[in-house]
T-cell receptor, first 109, second 113 residues
Framework: DADVTQTPRNRITKTGKRIMLECSQT?????MYWYRQDPGLGLRLIYY???????NKGEISDGYSVSRQAQAKFSLSLESAIPNQTALYFC????????FGPGTRLTVL | AQTVTQSQPEMSVQEAETVTLSCTYDTSESNYYLFWYKQPPSRQMILVIRQEAYKQQNATENRFSVNFQKAAKSFSLKISDSQLGDTAMYFC??????????FGAGTRLTVKP
């Protein structure tokens, strides 16, 4: 089984809808991250969490929120999706190396 | 803020030959980590190699090696004996100790038969 899983793998939604992307890890790490990938821009940090009670904004947090339900689970929400949030979203975990999930491709129409 | 620059948007190499991908970064930190990740068409981010800044010896993983020049803030990836399966996007990344990563924009590598 994969160490870092993301659900769903693909999602198409409409403008204004609320969307939740979920991430689970079995590596036992305390630190978890959400990144967004756009063509030509690499990956950019949305939010990160160093433990269950610690949530921090990243470079591009506007329009997003997160929830750390347990050490192994970290969810990303788009409260009201807009088309420019169409992107590939990655969850990652780790301390001195980051291990990535398979990604969620989100399309907002 | 740390920035990572990959100046080669696209590169190609013949199968079995050697190719070098460039990466430079900007930081005032003295301790940090540098990484190369591979992203094939499956879109999975795969760790290729990792370098700790306090180690002078260049990291090596099978056909992959780096040239880490700390003073010049340069971190290039050399792929020897290129294989068709090496075709992918390659991202250079910087991480302060136990912190988030900053990525370059990527280099698209094509290995030609």
């Amino acid at each position: 089984d994969a160490d870092v899983t993301q659900t769903p793998r693909n999602r198409i939604t409409k403008t204004g809808k609320r969307i939740m992307l979920e991430c689970s890890q079995t590596k036992g790490h305390d630190r978890m991250y959400w990144y967004r990938q756009d063509p030509g821009l690499g990956l950019r940090l949305i939010y990160y969490s160093f433990d269950v009670k610690d949530i921090n904004k990243g470079e591009i947090s506007d329009g997003y929120s997160v929830s750390r339900q347990a050490q192994a689970k970290f969810s990303l929400s788009l409260e009201s999706a807009i088309p420019n949030q169409t992107a590939l979203y990655f969850c990652a975990t780790g301390r001195d190396t980051q291990y990535f999930g398979p990604g969620t491709r989100l399309t907002v129409l | 803020a740390q920035t990572v620059t990959q100046s080669q948007p696209e590169m190609s190499v013949q199968e079995a030959e050697t190719v070098t991908l460039s990466c430079t970064y900007d930081t005032s930190e003295s301790n940090y980590y540098l990484f190369w990740y591979k992203q094939p068409p499956s879109r999975q981010m795969i760790l290729v190699i990792r370098q700790e800044a306090y180690k002078q010896q260049n990291a090596t993983e099978n056909r992959f090696s780096v040239n880490f020049q700390k003073a010049a803030k340069s971190f290039s990836l050399k792929i020897s004996d290129s294989q068709l399966g090496d075709t992918a996007m390659y991202f250079c990344a910087f991480m302060k100790l136990y912190n988030d990563m900053r990525f370059g924009a990527g280099t698209r590598l094509t290995v030609k038969p």
